[in-house]
């Protein structure tokens, strides 16, 4: 029965797939009875070049608004990477459902490759390759088309300072390590939240793939508590 029950709603990256967030799905679903829904966003099951970010967004609102329609008062939404800027689209024009927000590694900025010099980006392709393996960098990197890649700049070029318009409480977790987006572009949109309850976690020695580190059991445990009480992690600034 839905009726007092709250839905979770999670958000995958860009060229990601719904598995990267399996550890949370799994936890929140299985062993603490949350209703938790996942979908993979347009684009990401075949490689095309028909896309545009509104594809992307419109893919999340059709979510939301199913569980919505399926009676939900309640609705968390956690986002991961790119999925971050649409979770927080839709928490600050859904204030009516969502109700919590969980930023995990957030894409508010581009790719921390190809911003830096010559010998920066240099050291970020070896680490990205350590941090993924090469198998895995071709594979997302043949899942990429540059239209895609064009939007995913756009989407973030046009929602930078979306959380200047969430008010529901907001936990963002985001690795020092990480590679792929600048850690510092959280602690920036941090501050622009309106939330009266915001917490910033940063994870040490974390890269972009956030449940994939050898701390996944106490982020999923963390995120869990906030969702419980979300004043249960006030004293936590660092993992």
């Known amino acids: 029965m839905i009726i007092g029950r709250k839905a979770v709603l999670i958000i995958h990256g860009f060229v990601g797939t719904t598995k990267d967030e399996e550890a949370l799905f799994y936890y929140l679903n299985h062993y603490r009875k949350y209703d938790v829904y996942n979908f993979v966003l347009k ?5 095309t070049n028909d896309i545009s970010y509104q594809d ?7 979510h939301l608004n199913k569980l919505i329609s399926y009676g939900y008062k309640k609705i968390i939404v956690i986002g991961h990477s790119m999925g971050g800027v649409l979770a927080s689209y839709l928490a600050a024009n859904y204030p009516k459902y969502v109700k919590k927000l969980v930023l995990l590694a957030p894409a508010f900025d581009y790719l921390a490759y190809g911003k830096g010099n010559l010998f920066e980006n240099i ?7 350590k941090d993924y393996s ?17 939007q995913f700049m756009k989407l973030v070029n046009n929602y930078q300072d979306i959380l200047s318009k969430v008010k529901c409480p907001l936990l963002i977790m985001h690795g020092n390590n990480d590679a792929i987006v600048p850690c510092k572009s959280s602690e920036e949109v941090f501050k622009i939240a309106l939330s009266k309850y915001k917490y910033l976690i940063i994870l040490d020695n974390v890269d ?3 449940f994939r580190s050898d701390k996944t059991d106490i982020i999923v445990k963390t995120i869990y508590s906030f969702l419980k009480n979300k004043q249960s992690i006030k004293k936590i600034n660092k993992l």
Do not use: N
């Not at 050291?123 to 390759?129: A, G, L, Q, R």
């Open 134 to 150: 090469m198998a895995e960098v071709v594979g997302r990197t043949i899942k990429t088309s540059p239209v895609m890649l064009t």
């Open 43 to 47: 684009g990401h099951d075949r490689l």
């Open 208 to 210: 972009h793939d956030i």
């Open 123 to 129: 050291k970020t392709s070896f680490k990205i390759v």
């Open 56 to 62: 992307w967004i419109d893919d999340a609102t059709t």
